[in-house]
């Protein structure tokens, strides 16, 4: 399954619609918070230490560019600057399953 069209309805989302016919809006901290990449995943790992402090970096929820990699995979450069993280089509419709917002969510 791949995206046919990727779209942002409102700055803090992202909506994918795909070739099955399924499309669903996220929200763009959801992607950042499900980002693959080794550095997050090592984040990830560690967030259950007591000394690890919670940072805000600004622009870290919003997207400057996309960049599709191949045909399999969605690069997402962050405007933190984070630009690692490369979105399998799997894990992409993953996150769009599992995470999508309701009608309530997007008003
Ligand atoms: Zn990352």
New binding site residues.
């Given amino acids: 399954m791949t995206p046919k069209k990727i779209s942002r309805p409102q700055p803090n989302m992202l909506k994918a619609e795909w070739n099955d016919g399924f499309e669903s809006i996220i929200s763009l901290k959801v992607l950042?918070e499900n980002?693959?990449?080794?550095?997050?995943?090592e984040a990830k790992r560690e967030s259950g230490s007591s000394n690890l402090l919670q940072t805000f970096a600004a622009g870290k929820y919003k997207i400057s560019k996309l960049n599709q990699v191949g045909n399999y995979a969605l690069n997402v450069e962050w405007e933190d600057g984070?630009s690692?993280?490369i979105y399998s089509w799997d894990l992409f419709r993953d996150i769009f399953e599992k995470n999508k917002l309701n009608d309530k969510d997007i008003k």
């Avoid at 980002?35 to 995943?41: D, G, R, V, Y």
Wanted: aromatic share 0%; with cysteine; charged share 20%.
């Fill in positions: 950042r980002c693959p990449c080794a550095e997050c995943n984070h690692t993280g």
